[in-house]
C-alpha cells in the first residue's frame, strides 16, 4: 500500500497536515467503528482506517507541525477556531485556489454535516483542486444527500477528475459512492466502465 492510499483512505491528499490526519482518523473512526454503527460489516473499513492513520503517524513523528509554511501562512485556518461560516466565506470569496482548497478541507474536517451547505458550491469551483477537496470532505462527514451531486461531477468531469472519484471510492469503500459507479459503469471509455463494474462488485457484496 503506498502512502498515496493511505492518506485517500482517510480522505486526505498526500502531505496533509499532521493535525488534519488526526482530525480526519477520529471522524472516521467513529463513522466505521462497529460498536458505534451496530453493523459488523463496517468492521473492515474501520480496520483500513487505524492501519492507515498507524502508519502515517509513525512516518510523520519526525515531522514539526510548526515548521509547515502552510500553517505558517494560514495559521487562522488550521487554528481549528474557524467556525463552519467563516470557512464557508472563505470558500465563496477566496481568490485564491489554494485558500479556497483549505477552506474545503477544514470543512471536511469540522465533523458538522451542515457544512455540506457550502460544500456543495464546491462541487461547482472552476479549479478542479477545490472540486478533488470537496469529494474528499464529503466522503468524510458521509454526506449521503452529497451522491446525485458527485455523480454529476464525474459525468462532467475531465479523465483525471474521474479517476481521482474512482481512487475515492476504491479507498474509503464508502456506500456514497454506488451512484457514482452506477454512473461510470455506463461510461464511454472502456477502461474507466471496466474498473467502475469492479468495484460497483465489490461494493454490493453482503
Known amino acids: 500500500m503506498t502512502e498515496r492510499d493511505l492518506y485517500r483512505i482517510l480522505c486526505l491528499e498526500p502531505g496533509a497536515e499532521r493535525e488534519d490526519v488526526k482530525a480526519a482518523y477520529r471522524l472516521l ?18 480496520s483500513r482506517v487505524v492501519r492507515a492513520y498507524r502508519i502515517l503517524e509513525v512516518r510523520m513523528q519526525k515531522d514539526s507541525y510548526l515548521s509547515s509554511p502552510v500553517s505558517e501562512r494560514y495559521r487562522p485556518i488550521q487554528s481549528g477556531k474557524t467556525d463552519i461560516f467563516s470557512l464557508g466565506e472563505m470558500l465563496t470569496s477566496g481568490s485564491s485556489v489554494e485558500v479556497r482548497v483549505m ?27 477545490v472540486v ?7 466522503a468524510l462527514l458521509g454526506v449521503r444527500q452529497s451522491a446525485g451531486e ?23 469503500g464508502d456506500r456514497l459512492f454506488l451512484s457514482v459507479l452506477e454512473a461510470a459503469a455506463a461510461d464511454q471509455d472502456p477502461l474507466v466502465s471496466g474498473r467502475a ?3 460497483l462488485a465489490g461494493f454490493r457484496r453482503p
Open 29 to 46: 473512526s467513529k463513522k466505521y467503528h462497529p460498536d458505534y454503527t451496530g453493523d459488523p460489516a463496517t468492521g473492515e473499513r474501520f
Open 103 to 129: 477552506a474545503v478541507r477544514k470543512l471536511g474536517l469540522s465533523g458538522r454535516r451542515s457544512a455540506y451547505v457550502f460544500l456543495r458550491r464546491a462541487f461547482y469551483d472552476p479549479a478542479e483542486a
Open 132 to 138: 478533488r477537496a470537496a469529494v474528499q470532505a464529503v
Open 150 to 172: 458527485i455523480a454529476s461531477v464525474f459525468t462532467r468531469g475531465s479523465m483525471e477528475l474521474k479517476a481521482f472519484i474512482l481512487d475515492t471510492a476504491q479507498a474509503t
Open 197 to 199: 463494474r469492479i468495484l
